[in-house]
Every structure is written in structure tokens, then in C-alpha cells.
């Protein structure tokens, strides 16, 4: 899912400027949660077929536009937040689940692992250096959009491979965890803790993903 926030642009900062170690621990503590609920998600529906997995995914992709207009309630925005993890969970299940039974258990974990641990070095690259890379946000986005837009050609007409495309992802999705970690530290640059938490749950979803493609190898393998 490629929806993402922006930053506003009027936004200058000011006086009373955002404790940025509160944002962080806030927007870290709404994405956590927010992971939970799509893990309970992938538990509580674990034989879903693609059909309903489509409909939470459109659902889910509803919220988020939604969000953008209630954006400045933080309550609702909040809950409608809650509520698009455990669709995302919903539309998640039958990937894990094709994943979890043609390459494995273990495969699942370690992605959700990898994609944890290496969010977590992100972050702290950017806290420990100050690497600022938001004036590359254009240029991540547009090839964000070139991804998707190769993506739809390949699905009738094979011009990239499911690993290279995966590769594509996991590149321009770690660039764009890099951009909101910083604004994180510079203190959200007019986004609200809930934006920030749906940038960065799509950020971990979509490097989740592309690791489990890599890691499993399209599900050619089997522990049969």
C-alpha cells in the first residue's frame, strides 16, 4: 500500500516547539500497538480466502483517505487508526498463511523479526547521526510510483522479476523509513503522532513483505 501522508507546508515550527522524545515515544507506542492488532488480525482469521482479503483491503485503504479529513480529531482518528491495522491483519492472512505452509514458520517469524530489528537500526541511525534525507522524499515517491506502476504492467506483461521487484521495494520503503524517522526528529513537520504511526506501519508492512518474498522465495519452497 503506497498512500502516504505529507508534510505540511506551512508548517515553520515554533516557539513551543514538539518534544521530539515524547512524539517519538508516542508514535512508536501507537505503531507497536497498531502491529499487535494486525497480528491479532492474521490470528483471528487465519482461512480467509482472497476475496475477503480484497475487501479488507479496500476497506482499510477507505480509512486511510478518511483519516486525512479527521485528521485534527485525534480520538477518532485514533480509533479509525486501530481499526485500518486489524483490516490490514485481515488482508494479510492469506499471504502468511500461502507463506507459512509452502516455506514455513519459521520464515514468517524471521521476516517479522528482520523487519523489527531493522526499523529499529534505522531509527537509531538517524537519532545517533542527524542523517536528514526528507529533501529526497520527491525523488523516493516517484520511484514508489514508477514500482507500483511496473508492477501493474507485470502482471499481464513479465518485464521485472518477483525478486528484483522486491528488492525495488525493500530499497525505496528503507529510504522512506529513513525520511520519517527524521521528521520524527525534527518534530513531525506539521503531522500528527497518528499520521506519523500509519507512515511508519506502512513503511514496516511493506519492508515485511518484500522480506518474506526474498526470504521465502515466492513460497517455492516447502518443508513437505
Do not use: K
Amino acid at each position: 500500500m503506497a498512500y502516504r501522508f505529507q508534510p505540511n507546508p506551512y508548517y515553520r515550527g515554533s516557539a513551543a516547539q514538539v518534544n521530539t522524545r515524547s512524539l517519538l515515544g508516542q508514535v512508536l507506542g501507537l505503531t507497536a500497538l497498531g502491529m499487535c492488532l494486525t497480528a491479532l488480525g492474521v490470528y483471528l482469521f487465519p482461512n480467509v480466502d482472497f476475496g475477503v482479503s480484497r475487501i479488507a483491503f479496500f476497506a482499510s485503504f477507505v480509512l486511510l483517505i478518511i483519516m486525512q479529513f479527521v485528521r485534527q480529531n485525534g480520538p477518532l482518528a485514533l480509533v479509525m487508526f486501530y481499526a485500518f491495522t486489524f483490516l490490514e491483519g485481515i488482508f494479510l492472512s492469506p499471504i502468511v498463511g500461502y507463506y507459512a505452509h509452502t516455506a514455513g514458520n519459521d520464515v514468517v517469524f524471521n521476516a517479522a523479526l528482520t523487519t523489527g530489528l531493522g526499523m529499529f537500526a534505522l531509527g537509531a541511525i538517524v537519532y545517533a547521526t542527524g542523517l536528514d534525507l526528507r529533501r529526497f522524499q520527491g525523488i523516493f515517491l516517484i520511484a514508489l510510483l514508477a514500482l507500483v506502476v511496473i508492477g501493474i504492467i507485470s502482471f499481464w506483461v513479465h518485464i521485472i522479476s518477483p525478486t528484483a521487484y522486491s528488492w525495488g521495494v525493500l530499497i525505496i520503503f528503507t529510504g522512506l523509513v529513513l525520511i520519517d524517522f527524521a521528521r520524527l526528529r525534527a518534530g513531525g513537520d506539521g503531522l500528527t503522532p497518528v499520521q506519523m504511526a500509519v507512515s511508519i506501519y506502512l513503511d514496516a508492512i511493506n519492508i515485511f513483505l518484500a522480506i518474506l518474498q526474498l526470504t521465502g522465495g515466492g513460497g517455492r519452497r516447502s518443508n513437505d
